[in-house]
Structures are given as C-alpha cells and as structure tokens.
C-alpha cells in the first residue's frame, strides 16, 4: 500500500544510530520509509545534534510526535512550561500529529520515568478528559493517546480498558495510537481476550497503529522495544486491521537497535500483513 493523501503508510522510530545513513543515502534502506516518529522529550532543548539533524529529515519526510511526558492522568497541575516547549517544537517542525499515552508520570513534581497505570474510574474519566481538553485548547489541534502496557490493575477498576478511552476519545474529541503489542502484553498479564478489546474501539478515532516486540518472562510479559514483533502480535494486527481498514502504522524500537535495513525488512513485512488483511476484508 503506498501513502495517499488521507493514508500516510508504514513509518519508523527516528532514532540517533540511523540519523545519518537516512540522510547520507537516501536510495538505500530509508526510501522505503514513508514517515518517521520522534519521541518529543529528545528535540526540546534548544539547539545541538539532534535538532540539527531533525531539521533536516523534516525537509525529506512527513514527522509525527509521540511524547511520554504530558502526565495526562496525574492529579499534579498540567506542566505549563513543557507544554510551551511542546508547542514550540510542533510549530517548528509542523508533525502530522502528536501523541502520548493514556498514563501518568509523576505526582508533586517527581517524575517516576515510567508510565504508570490508572483506575478506570468516573472519576478519572472526567478528569483526564477536562485535561485533554486543556491540552488540545493549548496546543491548537488534536492530540492521540496511546492504549498503555499493563502490568497490574487497580482493585476499584470497574470500566474496562477500551471503553474508558473510547469514552475519552469521544467526549475530548481526541484522537487514539493503538499499540497492538500493548494490547497483546495487556491481555497476557491480566486475563483478557485481545479481540474483545479491538471489537471495542471506535473505528473512526484510531489515527495510528504502534507495533513493537517484548519480553516473555514466562508468567508475564514486559514491554521492552527490544526485538522482533511476534508472529502472535502480527496476527492481532491483522485481526486490527480487518476491523479497522488502513490506518499508518509504524514500529517501535528503543534498545538493541538493529541496522536501519533490519527495521527497514520488519517493515516490509507490515505492509505484507496489511496488505493480505485489507484484501481479505474487502
């Protein structure tokens, strides 16, 4: 499937060990990408290597921002001064869109370093949807929030996972990143049926699909970015796909990065999976 005005097709991580073999070679491995993901966090500070170099890509590829710090479930005041930087860096680089995660990061002003989980609670749906509304207001456009990995759950958490962020996509009027990994990590460690959680979301919010490998621990699993999507996780995005239609996916990789020709070949095999999904479904 190639990139169509309302399709954006199959994208990468951008990550400083790949930097300048996508601009050095742009035949090679990095034509067959369609567009990248930068994590915000890495481009905020003003100046130095890495700005110097996303500058650049920007002028090659379509850039989208996937953030881990927006805290959007905290109870600690939104962080005015990283949104200012947010919008800064949105503006200079005009993303196709920007996500984070449906999480929270830190409580009076310490930040963990982690995505920690939420009580699927009224509550806490009313007030991370007032904050995503906040933040939409700030930033002039629509953000994506990305289903979390789970590891525990809270023992008064009586809405299930997907019907509280369909609930804030279409009271916010926000976006979602379904992480079809997440899903699969999600469904392992807490007993639930993968399907039951695709059959739920609201085809018409997903704007963009994350797909990464993990950690099988034997009783559980640890979302870790780390190696290969699993022929498991695969077969979940073909289900997804075939509910869903085309939506751009890209994947993820953090630790042990591979030559960018090894993603590159991973994500050929996207475009297969997709390809054969859609096909079936029509």
């Not at 130095?48 to 927006?70: A, C, F, N, T, W």
């Not at 920690?116 to 906040?134: A, G, N, Q």
């Not at 390809?275 to 079936?280: S, T």
Request: glycine residues 6%.
């Amino acid at each position: 499937m190639k990139p169509t005005k309302d399709f954006l097709g199959f994208g990468l991580g951008l990550r400083p060990p790949h930097y300048e073999e996508i601009l050095d070679d742009p035949t090679g491995p990095a034509a067959r990408v369609d567009w990248f993901e930068i994590l915000s966090e890495n481009y905020l500070v003003p100046g130095g290597k890495p700005i110097h170099y996303l500058d650049q890509i920007r002028e090659r590829y379509p850039l989208v921002m996937h953030g881990v710090s927006l805290s959007i479930g905290s109870v600690d005041p939104l962080d005015m001064g990283y949104l200012k930087d947010l919008k800064g860096l949105t503006e200079r680089i005009e993303p196709e869109w920007i996500s984070d995660h449906l999480c929270w990061t830190g409580f009076q002003g310490v930040n963990s370093h982690d995505l920690l989980p939420l009580p699927y609670t009224e509550e806490s749906l009313t007030h991370v949807i007032d904050r995503v509304k906040t933040v939409q207001d700030f930033l002039g456009r629509q953000i994506l929030l990305e289903n979390p990995s789970s590891y525990v759950s809270f023992a008064d958490s009586p809405i299930p996972e997907y019907e509280f962020l369909a609930e804030i996509a279409k009271r916010a009027d926000c976006h979602i990143l379904l992480d079809v990994n997440n899903i699969y990590v999600s469904a392992f460690n807490l007993e639930f049926d993968a399907h039951d959680y695709l059959a739920a979301i609201p085809t018409d919010r997903v704007r963009q699909i994350h797909l990464a490998g993990h950690s099988f621990e034997g009783s559980y699993i640890i979302d870790t970015h780390d190696r290969e999507v699993i022929d498991p996780v695969w077969s979940l995005y073909g289900d997804a796909l075939r509910l869903l239609g085309p939506v751009p996916t890209m994947i993820e990789r953090d630790a042990d990065i591979p030559p960018l020709a090894e993603l590159v070949a991973e994500l050929d095999h996207a475009r297969t999976v997709a390809g054969a999904a859609l096909a079936e479904a029509a």
